[in-house]
């Protein structure tokens, strides 16, 4: 095994095509020797992994994560997990993608290893939240429960969140994974039906900009424009007297936001009242599956964006508790908005979100868009 494990990993540069490992792999995993893949990745890793720019490296390592992870059985879980937990193996950020895939792919009972063995805190933490997404009860669960019911991981930034998922967060679309690829929902952009919005001739509370900084970090989005080509726009406005929501699209238009400059016959606002469960969808798409051109950064951080992302626009007080945000939320009133200005890229990756605060006094929005 040695000897092929070093044939490939001295070959790797100046293969022209790396579906021939993936073959050989994908045999050796089919009989059983999950230890050869993750031999490989760690040999791999070693020689390679401070030049990720080298695509055969990546070709090949990206699939030995995805077999090992998606493949189902206990052994495979614990090469998947002696693989992305080595020492050559760098940077961390490797443990959300796992967690993702494992999550995806396996019971608790045979991800109950990862708090077992050697494993980072980091893939611990996401991996519990990702089973929670999934509706896993992890209090309840053999081996994970005594780590994820423990006050020493509380320090840690996924410890904000419940071990259980709010009906808020019950649409949460999460990706399908497998060897070659992964899928999952786009629950924003043009495809969305929407209606007009009338434009009610009353006359609408005068506005203050209040943008802060707190107020527009740590947003859903922010991948978007980090990563990928997406622009984002996150005001938030003191009203003079409480807005009714029918006034709501004509006092958009009275901001002066940019996303909306041009709107018009031939590009008409839309507007419509959405629940709060289906504003955390949009923003818990776009943290956790990214734009155009990233990854997001999967479920479990992805969760804790959108809850973040929610608090801020639902003028939460710095320092509340997970509960404390959602009753928070839950008293707002949510919009999605829309127009087909030159603002917005109208391919994919639209999203338009304002929150009227209970008071009616206070009005947040986000809009964000990427293209490819």
């Not at 092929?4 to 001295?10: A, E, G």
């Not at 959300?96 to 494992?102: C, E, Q």
């Not at 938030?236 to 018009?264: M, N, R």
Request: net charge negative.
């Amino acid at each position: 095994m040695a000897d092929q494990i070093q044939k490939i990993v001295t070959g790797l540069p100046d293969l022209k095509d790396v579906t021939g490992v993936w073959a050989v792999v994908d045999g050796r995993v089919a009989q059983g020797d999950a230890v050869f893949a993750a031999d490989l990745g760690i040999a791999l890793a070693r020689t390679y992994g401070s030049g990720r720019q080298m695509w055969q490296y990546r070709g090949v390592f990206d699939h030995l994560l995805r077999l090992l992870a998606t493949t189902a059985g206990p052994e495979n879980v614990a090469q998947a997990l002696r693989l992305v937990s080595s020492a050559e193996v760098a940077p961390r950020k490797l443990d959300r993608y796992m967690a993702s895939l494992l999550a995806s792919s396996h019971d608790a009972k045979d991800l109950a290893a990862a708090f077992t063995s050697r494993a980072s805190e980091e893939l611990r933490a996401c991996l519990v939240t990702e089973l929670v997404l999934r509706g896993v009860v992890v209090e309840e669960a053999p081996g994970i429960a005594g780590w994820a019911t423990s006050p020493h991981w509380r320090h840690h930034p996924l410890g904000w969140l419940p071990l259980t998922l709010s009906d808020v967060e019950a649409c949460a679309d999460l990706p399908s994974y497998s060897t070659r690829g992964s899928s999952h929902a786009m629950p924003y952009g043009p495809s969305e039906s929407r209606e007009q919005a009338v434009i009610a001739e009353a006359d609408v509370p005068s506005a203050e900009e209040a943008t802060t900084e707190a107020a527009t970090t740590a947003m859903a989005v922010a991948n978007w424009a980090e990563e990928s080509n997406g622009r984002i726009e996150a005001r938030v406005f003191d009203l003079a007297e409480p807005l009714d929501t029918q006034s709501l699209p004509k006092t958009l238009l009275t901001l002066g936001l940019e996303c909306l400059y041009g709107v018009g016959r031939r590009a008409p606002l839309s507007v419509d009242v959405r629940p709060p469960a289906q504003a955390w969808r949009v923003l818990f798409a776009a943290a956790s599956t990214g734009g155009a051109y990233n990854s997001g950064s999967y479920g479990a951080y992805g969760r804790l964006a959108a809850w973040q992302t929610l608090a801020a626009l639902a003028g939460s007080p710095e320092g509340a508790t997970a509960g404390e945000v959602e009753a928070r939320v839950r008293e707002c009133t949510w919009c999605g908005f829309g127009a087909d200005t030159k603002w917005f890229e109208q391919v994919a990756w639209d999203i338009g979100l304002a929150a009227l605060a209970p008071d009616r006094r206070r009005l947040a929005v986000l809009a964000a868009t990427d293209t490819d």
